[in-house]
């Protein structure tokens, strides 16, 4: 990276990382046409994220920091005169809350343009568990969900109708940059493409607190590859969604609990396979 002063909040060159907390001119809002129109960006937010922003498909274009961040950073991108390197546009704090719209603990961003999107067949072809989510519309949990996966051994996330954006930069933020490395893919037809998966000896596992359903650790005794399912906060998975799973699975509650956080329940399923050791394949949370 090469580095570039800026102290002129105004300056152009910083217009890809304004208004980062904006409901309509957020970077970070994809293009739609006919809608809402965003840049289509990715945000990384913190040295580790942007870490893992330089080594996923997203590749940064810019960064915007403070003189600390440029010096954490030298060991992953050296500083070169080179006028075609990736600019890092250094700025002091009071001149990057301006850019921003609020005071950056953090101290740097990175920002990339949206790769491709995944299709089904290519995120799960190696893979031996896979998160799928319905209705998941919070980006916390979605981030979380991410970071669970990477550690893991979880080796893509799938999503069905009616999730939230997993590009938004909290999301990205939350997930430690892990929504960025793990493949992740759109199911367009909800929940009919649960089919693809079962048709790749997944097995389809919905989790539900429904007292009459099978133990989590019974239902997954002797799968090879599966594939959870996890719904929104509170409604949970829809009945369709259920049924057009393998099996249904409960996590063993106490003391009245009838559910957990979406992202903790994903993580005791995705743990439950990972203690086993057998299924995590070689990409696991890449």
């Not at 922003?53 to 810019?62: C, K, L, Q």
């Not at 031996?128 to 979380?144: F, Q, R, T, Y």
């Not at 359903?213 to 829809?238: I, N, Y």
């Amino acid at each position: 990276m090469r580095v570039v002063d800026v102290d002129d909040p105004d300056d152009p060159r910083v217009d890809d990382f304004r208004d980062l907390n904006s409901v309509d001119r957020r970077p970070d809002l994809p293009v739609l046409p006919g809608g809402r129109v965003g840049k289509g960006l990715v945000i990384a937010e913190g040295v580790l994220v942007v870490e893992r922003m330089v080594a996923s498909r997203f590749a940064p274009h810019a960064f915007l920091g403070v003189d600390r961040r440029l010096g954490e950073l030298a060991a992953t991108l050296p500083v070169t005169d080179d006028p075609g390197a990736v600019p890092f546009f250094r700025a002091s704090a009071e001149v990057m809350a301006q850019i921003v719209g609020f005071h950056l603990n953090r101290g740097v961003l990175g920002v990339a343009a949206r790769a491709p999107e995944l299709d089904v067949e290519r995120a799960v072809a190696d893979a031996c568990v896979v998160a799928v989510l319905e209705g998941v519309n919070d980006h916390e949990n979605i981030g979380s969900i991410f970071r669970n996966a990477a550690g893991l051994g979880v080796d893509a996330v799938l999503f069905g109708a009616g999730c939230a954006d997993p590009l938004y930069r909290r999301c990205v933020r939350v997930s430690m940059g892990h929504a960025l490395l793990v493949p992740f893919a759109k199911l367009p037809e909800w929940p009919a493409e649960l089919d693809l998966l079962a048709d790749r000896g997944f097995q389809t596992v919905s989790l539900t607190p429904d007292p009459a359903s099978p133990m989590l650790a019974d239902a997954v005794a002797d799968a090879r590859r599966v594939a959870f399912l996890v719904g929104a906060e509170g409604p949970g998975l829809t009945a369709a969604a259920m049924r057009a799973s393998h099996v249904r699975a409960r996590i063993p509650m106490s003391r009245g609990t009838d559910s957990l956080n979406v992202a903790t329940a994903a993580a005791i399923a995705f743990y439950e396979l990972a203690r086993r050791g057998e299924t995590i394949s070689p990409g696991a949370g890449r």
